[in-house]
């Protein structure tokens, strides 16, 4: 340092220092040349920054998908657990109807997605949030309607409202394709639950889906049932192994609000 500042002086003509043999100090020119020196650091640090700025690619914003009756206040609970924690980070949300069960990820239109499997996409990395029974979505004035519960076996000759033909086994999971012995006799198809219930409050048929479903689309005309001997269905957050380091924070608050539910 003491060199540097000596080969300082000689380029300036002018001494910077006094020196003794206990202390150094700087002389008026040298108090007059460190001020200015500071600010044209403070100036030219700022103008790297600015410079690095404009360079810099911006950081993706991450897109998460989430499917009608999957999200409910799991997505807002999520949603708000994260900004909490990353209150700078850009996410943008998407809504998908049942033509889309898989919300985005199929396509790769979004990094994540809440959903209910199974979706039928091998290799799919997930984190389970919560399960919920099954229920049967019924006309108020039908004759299984006044039940505290129901089987399977009354169910399945029902006439059924299923989702818009889609890939992978989401439609016939939901239509109980594996409990029967031939064909669901589907009435109709909806692409949404508003129109699900609509079709069932006018009497077409019946719809399986979810308790959560049934809390938070109650419906004039309809009633929901609980079906005693289906295994509870399951809401997660899924994404593509390659996205795994942009979602990975959202993935940490997925556990956490995950935790949360279960305490409930």
């Not at 999971?173 to 064909?183: F, H, K, N």
Request: overall charge negative.
């Amino acid at each position: 340092m003491s060199h540097t500042i000596r080969d300082l002086e000689r380029a300036l003509g002018v001494d910077l220092l006094i020196r003794t043999t206990r202390s150094v100090e700087l002389t008026p020119e040298g108090t007059v040349f460190a001020g200015l020196a500071s600010q044209l650091l403070a100036e030219l640090n700022s103008a790297v920054k600015t410079v690095r700025g404009m360079g810099a690619t911006p950081q993706e914003a991450l897109k998460l998908g989430y499917t009608i009756g999957a999200a409910l206040e799991i997505v807002s609970r999520l949603l708000r657990t994260y900004r909490d924690g990353q209150p700078d980070s850009a996410i943008e949300t998407e809504e998908f109807d049942f033509t889309d069960p898989t919300a985005g990820l199929r396509d790769r239109l979004v990094h994540a997605a809440v959903v209910r499997p199974p979706l039928g996409l091998p290799g799919l990395v997930s984190v389970e949030l919560a399960t919920e029974r099954l229920v049967a979505c019924l006309p108020d004035d039908h004759p299984l309607a006044a039940r505290e519960s129901l089987g399977v076996a009354d169910v399945l000759p029902e006439p059924i409202i299923a989702a818009p033909v889609s890939p992978g086994p989401w439609r016939d999971y939901w239509i109980l394709t594996d409990y029967r012995s031939g064909p669901a006799p589907v009435v109709a198809e909806a692409h949404t639950l508003d129109a699900e219930t609509h079709l069932v409050s006018r009497g077409v048929g019946l719809s399986i889906t979810s308790e959560g479903v049934g809390q938070w689309y109650r419906r004039p005309g309809v009633t929901f049932v609980p079906i005693r001997d289906l295994n509870p269905c399951v809401v997660s957050l899924a994404w593509w192994p390659e996205d795994t380091a942009l979602v990975a924070e959202l993935v940490a608050v997925a556990n956490e609000v995950r935790a949360g539910i279960a305490g409930l």
